[in-house]
């Protein structure tokens, strides 16, 4: 009698076991944090199939690679900093909540926190204050060029670029990037600021380093002299201090990820900073909150919210300021900021979008379509209203977010640099194009038809000729330049030389 199968030997239970059933090859995986390595499916590689020229453009003998288009379920660091749960709407830094953080803490504070990994103590605060506030002066340089420019930063101290010192600069000398931490913690508010006078066409106003960090902004915004004894209302100065601290981090979003993946190459701060500000200033992150205020103002008045929200059920009108991609339930910054816009209000005077801002968040809280897709209101439907308030200019907004978010990108990029042997970040791709194929010449190429801009351009606009030594009206415009079918130029001379329109004709 043939003796019993041997029974299988049972698998740690904090693992996952794959099988993949056009192999039948069986792996392990252990599962650390409820997370697996991607690594792992590396190990499953099916039969190469036969292909012209031997190019297997799937990739097949490197095994399985995991596709998360936008990372939706891709774990791409494993980080200390922030921690969020969507469905029940909690938020903490360094696991502190973040209502503790807001109505205890302040921004430099907070910032300390995030980079540093603990609250400061008494003598560590002092020193950090000391130090940031004393980092807040910009070289008459940058001044000059904020001043003609408009915008601007770069890295300015040759001590703390690693083209010139060295690639591990960053790596091995913790002074130089705790020094470089703490001038553009200090400096960010001041090149915001700047931004801001010369927009008003008013003289830069000098930092104070005996006022707090969003106090100190505020006043180099409104002040009208240097000698001037101005100081900030204190109810608008804390109000802005709470939402530097909500917006301080929030974790791996779009303008972090580019920080710490800019930052993976090694680069100084500054450039990576740079980086994370042009993602934030995108409109599907940073611009939120302004755009939640033009939608407010397309809506107008209370009695057109019921046709507005029929309009976005209808998918004729888009909805901003609600909903999020991680909290599932609530954002548990909108709370706190909600009652910040009391504050405000109280001291700024009425807010005449707050009533349609009011009706708008009731009437959706109420509607069943609203509720089973858990759209809510969040943090950028209240902020926007705020800076409104405060008197900040729409497209000034992303500026005020990015300066206190210049503190979490901050901590993940030097959590990146200390974690030990930092690679540089290049994700894979699932190639979906063409397979091998051999190159036509054009004469044996078949026409195709384009359908749009998309498949191909269709012809080149066309541009009526002139001779360059008489009046001509030109009967296209080039918006660069001021030129438009109802002007009149004499002599080519007279066109720019970067216009679009001397190229192309």
């Not at 500026?399 to 901590?411: D, Q």
Request: proline letters at 7%.
């Amino acid at each position: 009698m043939a003796p019993p199968p041997p029974v299988p030997k049972l698998a740690d239970k904090n693992t996952l076991t794959v099988i993949d059933n056009r192999t039948d090859k069986t792996i392990t995986v252990p599962i650390t944090h409820n997370s697996i390595p991607a690594t792992a499916f590396k190990a499953l590689k099916g039969e190469v199939p036969e292909t012209k020229g031997g190019v297997d453009t799937d990739d097949t003998t490197n095994g399985i690679r995991v596709f998360d288009p936008a990372f939706l379920n891709t774990a791409a660091i494993s980080s200390k900093i922030t921690f969020i749960d969507g469905d029940k709407g909690f938020l903490m830094h360094r696991g502190y909540p973040i209502e503790q953080l807001a109505e205890k803490s302040d921004y430099l504070e907070t910032a300390y926190l995030l980079i540093y990994g603990e609250l400061p103590s008494k003598s560590q605060g002092e020193i950090w204050k000391f130090e940031v506030m004393h980092h807040t002066e910009i070289a008459d340089d940058l001044a000059k060029v904020i001043g003609s420019m408009r915008y601007a930063m770069g890295a300015f101290a040759p001590e703390a670029n690693p083209a010139l010192q060295g690639r591990n600069l960053y790596i091995q000398d913790k002074a130089i990037m705790n020094k470089n931490i703490i001038r553009i913690i200090g400096k960010s508010a001041t090149v915001a600021a700047a931004s801001m006078r010369v927009r008003m066409n008013r003289p830069f106003i000098a930092p104070r380093s005996d006022m707090g960090f969003a106090e100190n902004m505020l006043y180099m915004m409104d002040a009208t002299s240097d000698a001037e004894d101005y100081k900030p209302d204190a109810r608008l100065a804390r109000a802005l201090e709470t939402l530097f601290i909500l917006h301080a981090d929030h974790e791996m979003n779009c303008s972090t990820a580019t920080m710490t993946h800019v930052g993976s190459s090694l680069v100084d701060p500054y450039s990576a900073v740079s980086a994370a500000a042009a993602a934030l200033y995108g409109p599907l992150h940073g611009g939120a909150n302004e755009a939640v205020i033009r939608m407010m103002e397309r809506i107008g008045t209370v009695e057109n919210i019921p046709a507005f929200v029929s309009a976005v059920k209808a998918k004729k009108e888009l909805l901003f300021g609600f909903g999020h991609r991680v909290y599932r339930n609530t954002d548990p910054r909108s709370k706190i900021i909600r009652e910040v816009a009391e504050t405000v209000f109280a001291a700024c005077g009425h807010e005449p979008l707050i009533e349609v801002a009011t009706a708008l968040r009731d009437a959706a809280l109420a509607d069943p379509w609203f509720v089973e897709k858990k759209l809510y209101p969040n943090v950028d439907y209240w902020s926007g209203l705020i800076y409104r308030s405060l008197g900040f200019p729409l497209d000034f907004f992303p500026v005020l977010f990015a300066v206190p978010r210049v503190a979490g990108w901050l901590a993940h990029w030097k959590q990146a640099i200390e974690a030990g042997n930092p690679k540089i970040w290049r994700p894979r791709q699932l190639y979906i194009g063409p397979q091998v194929r051999d190159y036509v010449p054009v004469e044996d190429r078949v026409e195709r038809e384009i359908q749009d801009g998309k498949e191909g351009i269709t012809g080149l606009p066309v541009c009526t000729p002139f001779s360059p030594f008489q009046s001509t009206v030109v009967e296209w415009g080039c918006s660069d330049h001021g030129i438009g079918s109802d002007s009149t130029t004499s002599r080519e001379e007279d066109w720019p030389p970067s216009c679009n329109l001397l190229k192309m004709c």
